[in-house]
């Protein structure tokens, strides 16, 4: 998740993942926000026998 903040007053509005459209409570600015989703890396190791 990702902080999302107001583009006028920079006040903390939310932690989200994804598109995001909240009203500041104290501007009243409408912010809309895309924050992509974390992806955890697996890392797999194919393992092949060498006959």
Do not use: F, S, W
């Not at 903040?5 to 104290?26: F, H, N, Q, S």
């Not at 409408?30 to 393992?47: F, L, Q, W």
């Amino acid at each position: 998740m990702q902080d999302v903040r107001c583009t006028c007053c920079d006040r903390l509005l939310c932690r989200a993942v994804g598109v995001v459209e909240i009203k500041c409570p104290r501007c009243k600015t409408i912010n809309v926000a895309e924050r992509p989703e974390r992806h955890e890396v697996k890392v797999t190791h194919d393992r092949y026998k060498a006959d």
